[in-house]
């Protein structure tokens, strides 16, 4: 599955360039019977079936080490996903994320091993391999040298950098400067930087009002008072 999402693009790029470093860990390989099973029944019965904590302790302790690594589980259950935890999770030195299946894992897991439990949204996937690409994605493009221009990581809706913290991003034309009719806006072809500037700033601040007014109260919560 996760093949195809990494031999492309930024993280391809990434990778080739010694950024970051992908390691698939597959879970039956860290299981001892001949069936290399790593679900069993939930004790206390019910429907489904529950990842075995032997096999998730021995890879999750393997691939940790002794280093600093985070371990994160990504469940329904955990703390929803967000550019400010990517921004988070970009500066840690390593992270060991945990693709759950089934009616999920063995809470001892969870309890001994994992550091943080992280969802995606309000809503349940089949196991946690999609949400493992959406959060490797997200982080990836905020290492350094990762897309070779740091200030489209400024800018971008959510960011926390740049003056923009708590906007959506702002419109983006590229040419022709008239297409059936439809015009790019005077001032971005004007050449005049501080005017250009402005009007970025004035149209992310207009589309963060409109859709997402939620955000702007987020960043006055979150700024400093002054006297």
């Known amino acids: ?20 470093e992908i390691a698939i860990h597959d879970l039956r390989d860290f299981t001892d019977d ?61 992270l060991v994320l945990v693709c759950g299946r089934y009616e999920g894992v063995d809470e001892r897991v969870v309890e001994h091993l994992v550091d943080e439990e992280i969802s995606i949204g309000d809503y349940v996937l089949t196991g946690g391999e999609l949400p493992a690409m959406v959060v490797i994605d997200a982080v990836t493009r905020l290492i350094p040298g990762a897309l070779g221009c740091e200030q489209s990581t400024e800018r971008e809706s959510f960011s926390q950098g740049g003056g923009w913290t708590g906007m959506l991003d702002h419109p983006h034309y590229t040419r022709p400067a008239d297409y059936r009719g439809f015009k790019v806006p005077e001032v971005l072809l004007s050449g005049h930087h501080e005017e250009i500037e402005r009007w970025r700033r004035g149209k992310a601040l207009e589309k963060t009002m409109q859709r997402r007014p939620d955000l702007l109260a987020d960043r006055r919560h979150s700024e400093p008072e002054t006297d």
């Open 34 to 94: 001949r069936h290399r099973q790593v679900d069993d029944q939930p004790f206390g019965g019910g429907a489904g079936m529950v990842m075995k904590p032997e096999p998730l302790f021995k890879a999750i302790e393997s691939v940790r080490g002794a280093g600093d690594k985070t371990v994160v589980l990504l469940s329904p259950q955990g703390r929803l996903f967000s550019q400010q935890v990517a921004e988070e999770f970009s500066r840690k030195p390593g």
């Open 1 to 20: 599955m996760f093949r195809g999402v990494f031999e492309f693009g930024i993280i391809r790029r990434a990778a080739e360039a010694a950024l970051i």
